[in-house]
């Protein structure tokens, strides 16, 4: 925790996109990229049962001595900390919250972040990858580590999914309060069209 009014969380995952922490998490700001060391991110199902939210694997790290994990910490309040646990499913044993040290920009920072429980490995949608590459992007991730993200299989589902429902109306908005900035369509045109690209 970083005091008692507010905590770090190190995102890797869907969390990574703005629009996405703050659907549930509106306090959230960011604060830094950051590289968790030895650690590698992966992609799965608790137990095996596939995400009803995703309809694929999700992510999650696992120790992997040599590898390392970019991702985005964001400063939230307290208040907001109950609803990042249910969004992991923690009181259902899907994800264990843990306190991990980061590097940025040559010091280190304590962060909230989870890590799935009996994960099974499982590929991703291609809507829930192309959130996690919106992020990685909207945050500067390095390139690099954009290269493995756009590199990973996913299992192809076209079906719908709710929280993209809700994503795409966010950035609407988000496009109706920039509307003399033409680029900004653009996260709308490749959520719609990433799972059509898989090769």
């Not at 992966?42 to 999650?60: E, I, Y």
Request: net charge neutral; charged share 20%.
């Amino acid at each position: 925790m970083e005091n008692n009014r507010t905590f770090l969380y190190f995102a890797y995952g869907s969390n990574l996109l703005k629009e996405r922490l703050r659907l549930k998490n509106p306090s959230a700001t960011v604060l830094c990229v950051a590289r968790l060391k030895d650690y590698k991110l992966v992609f799965g199902n608790h137990k095996g049962l596939t995400s009803d939210r995703w309809h694929g694997g999700v992510a999650t790290i696992e120790h992997s001595p040599g590898d390392e994990v970019w991702g985005v910490v964001w400063r939230l309040s307290t208040s907001d900390l109950e609803s990042l646990d249910n969004q992991e499913n923690v009181t259902l044993g899907a994800y264990s919250p843990v306190e991990l040290s980061v590097k940025t920009k040559g010091q280190e920072l304590s962060c909230r972040t989870y890590i799935m429980n009996s994960c099974v490995y499982a590929p991703p949608s291609p809507q829930y990858l192309q959130v996690i590459m919106m992020g990685a992007q909207q945050n500067g991730l390095p390139m690099e580590y954009q290269d493995k993200l756009r590199a990973v299989r996913t299992n192809m589902y076209e079906g719908p999914l709710p929280v993209m429902t809700e994503l795409e109306q966010v950035l609407r908005r988000a496009r109706g309060a920039a509307c003399s900035a033409p680029e900004s369509a653009e996260p709308l045109q490749v959520l719609g069209t990433f799972c059509r690209n898989q090769q």
